[in-house]
Every structure is written in C-alpha cells, then in structure tokens.
C-alpha cells in the first residue's frame, strides 16, 4: 500500500493504483466522465479532462485517472483553481452538447448533470460556441440509436465493448469537431459479432446511445 495526503488527509491505495480511484475508494469525489472502474493509469485514455488535481511538485495539474499514486505524495482537489479548470472541462463537453434534459432518456442519470451538479454551475454554462452534428440521430446499428449532439465522445462504450469481447467495431469516426462513435464501416463482418450484450448502452453516462425499442424513433 502507498501512503498519500489528499486534501490535508493521509489516505491510503494499492500500489499501481491512480490518483483519481485511491480519492474514490477514500470517499474523496474527484469530477470523472471517461474513467472506467478497474482502469489503471496506463488504461486511462483521461479525454474528458474532468479529473483535474494539483500535486505538490508538478509543474502543472494533472489528470487524477491517468497519475500514478506514489508515496508521500500531496494532492489537492478543492482549490479555486483546480475548480476552475474542471468548470472549463465541463463548459468544453457541454459545447459539443445538446442540453435538452427532458428528452433525453439519461436525464437524471447523466453524468454532466451529475458533474455540473457537484461544481454548482448548471448546464447552461457554455462560453464557447456550440458545435453541433448532423444528422441528430444515427440508425445504422441494428440495437441502438446514436446521437451525436448527446455523445461527448468519452470512448466508454467502445472500451465496454472491448472489454466485454464484443468485438463489435464500435470505434471513434472522423476528425476533429466531426468526430462520432462509428460502427460496422470498416468491419462488416463486426454486426455479425456484436452479442447485443447492450454494455454499451449501460455504460453511456450522455444517453448517446438508446436502445431502439426505447428511443421512440
Ligand atoms: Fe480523467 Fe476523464 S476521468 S480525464
């Protein structure tokens, strides 16, 4: 175990464990959209950039999920600036966002609710202009639907379905403000493959993916 000081408490994790998962098993909440259970620092793609913490030392913040626990170490999540950095985090996703909570079926469960709950700013916060994809809704796949003005592009459906063997050939499209999550494209043989294991669908934390029968569409 390794012996670290968080918000002026001395807390304890597993070696080779992240920053971001020793502050949640100690009950310490750090702002978190692409971090998956059980990822280690290495597994962590850190994309959202929500996680965001000082360390004494460090030059810069680092983000929580992608930062090895070491020894000795001094983390701070709470200050003013570590919060405002997680805001600016929150005002990027949401400018790819299309904040209509009412319908969408992950209202009161989405994790940019949650977030912009914990940092008390509301969804209505976005200084930047909004990018918005065409066409609203994808209905290429054979078990969801896809909204991309819903996706924040977190990867935690491809990397569910990595991990669940699916095989399914969910991965990022495009470049740039045009990236989606795509499927099938480049692999038909990938439809084939998908078990409709639908821990995609479970795991989308923005409601992008609907399964069909619930989408209403
Ligand atoms: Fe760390 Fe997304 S949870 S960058």
């Known amino acids: 175990m390794v012996t670290l000081t968080v918000d002026d408490r001395s807390i304890q994790a597993p070696e080779g464990s992240s920053v971001l998962a020793a502050c949640l098993s100690a009950?310490?909440?750090?702002?978190?959209?692409?971090?998956?259970?059980?990822?280690?620092?290495?597994?962590?793609?850190?994309?959202?950039?929500?996680?965001?913490?000082?360390?004494?030392g460090f030059a810069q913040p680092v983000t929580a999920c992608s930062q090895l626990v070491e020894s000795g170490m001094t983390v701070r999540t709470d200050t003013p600036a570590v919060r405002e950095l997680q805001k600016t985090a929150l005002k990027l996703l949401l400018s790819v966002h299309r904040v209509d909570c009412r319908n969408c079926p992950a209202n009161k469960a989405c994790g940019l609710q949650a977030t912009a709950k914990f940092l008390g700013t509301g969804l209505n916060c976005k200084p930047f202009a909004s990018v918005l994809k065409e066409p609203e809704v994808d209905h290429r796949h054979p078990l969801f639907d896809y909204y991309p003005n819903r996706c924040?592009?977190?990867?935690?459906?491809?990397?569910?379905?990595?991990?669940?063997?699916?095989?399914?050939?969910?991965?990022?499209?495009?470049?740039?403000?045009?990236?989606?999550?795509?499927?099938?494209?480049?692999?038909?043989?990938?439809?084939?493959?998908?078990?409709?294991?639908?821990?995609?669908?479970?795991?989308?934390?923005?409601g992008a993916l609907v399964e069909r029968e619930a989408s209403g569409e």
Do not use: K
Not at 39 to 54: F, G, H, K, S
Not at 155 to 163: A, E, L
């Open 152 to 206: 924040v592009l977190c990867g935690i459906c491809i990397r569910r379905c990595d991990q669940t063997g699916g095989a399914s050939g969910l991965s990022f499209a495009g470049r740039g403000f045009d990236t989606v999550v795509g499927y099938f494209d480049t692999d038909p043989q990938a439809a084939a493959r998908c078990g409709a294991c639908r821990a995609c669908i479970a795991a989308c934390p923005t």
């Open 27 to 56: 009950g310490i909440y750090i702002p978190h959209l692409c971090w998956l259970e059980g990822d280690t620092p290495e597994d962590a793609p850190a994309a959202c950039r929500l996680c965001l913490v000082e360390i004494d």
